[in-house]
């Protein structure tokens, strides 16, 4: 039976995709059997791996009710899969509004293919809406990436307090499993505080890998590409090879 975790944070531009992509090919290369679902209308967790739209789009499943299995595509990496995402995505936030068990569509959808993988990735957009919530509402754990400024704090506030909120009313198995640091620059003063503030309100879910600021992370998703990929001797591929570990290590200890 797979691990769902939702990958989200509403504050744009922390590396929410770049996380989720490269976590869920760090997993397929280790012998998971893994499922990447994009839950943003930008699509970018799909073409970040060069996977084009399945056969039925992701917007007939959270509409309209269709099976989760036609929109499931191939990629080129063995052991995982990807439902990619199209710009007609963005118009489910305003349909669903008056659909019954609108914050279940995904998590209903779900169920026939959770048995199929070892882990279920959910790449959410840079917002708190019925996308978003769908995602928390499927998933069992939380993974946060932040990116290593002072303003990400704040951010950090609003989703821990959005996550009690959907666990006390929709999923109370719902937890923060993770906190990734990402563009972190070991040469400023600010990126050290940050980490430092995080580690002391947060230990507990913080992983200890720093994701560092890095051109290659920028550059391989333009072709189609993880960062183990495209430059894999990279300390980004290390860093997030080092994350993949501890990524697994948790879900295998049950964390």
């Not at 048995?115 to 919530?133: A, I, K």
């Amino acid at each position: 039976m797979a691990r769902v975790f939702a990958v989200a944070n509403q504050k744009g531009g922390v590396g929410k995709t770049t996380t989720a992509v490269n976590l869920a090919v760090y997993a397929a290369g280790a012998g998971r059997r893994v499922l990447l679902i994009d839950l943003d209308p930008q699509g970018n967790a799909g073409s970040s791996l060069g996977v084009q739209s399945g056969e039925q789009p992701l917007y007939d499943v959270l509409v309209d009710g269709e099976p989760l299995q036609g929109s499931v595509a191939l990629s080129r990496r063995m052991g995982l899969d990807v439902v990619p995402s199209t710009s007609a995505l963005a118009a489910a936030e305003v349909e669903l509004v008056p659909v019954e068990r609108r914050e279940f569509r995904l998590s209903d959808a779900l169920e026939s293919l959770v048995p199929r993988y070892d882990v279920v990735l959910l790449d959410c957009p840079p917002s708190l809406g019925l996308l978003t919530v769908n995602a928390l509402t499927a998933a069992e754990g939380l993974i946060t990436p932040i990116q290593c400024e002072y303003l990400a704090l704040e951010g950090l506030g609003q989703l821990t307090g959005t996550l009690r909120i959907v666990r006390s009313r929709l999923n109370p198995r719902l937890d923060m499993f993770g906190i990734v640091m990402t563009m972190f620059d070991s040469r400023t003063r600010l990126s050290r505080q940050v980490v430092d503030e995080v580690r002391k309100h947060y230990a507990r879910t913080l992983f200890r890998t720093l994701i560092p600021r890095s051109v290659y992370l920028s550059e391989a998703p333009s072709y189609g590409q993880s960062i183990f990929e495209y430059h894999g001797a990279s300390k980004a591929a290390q860093a997030y090879s080092s994350l993949g570990e501890e990524f697994l290590t948790r879900v295998e200890a049950g964390a």
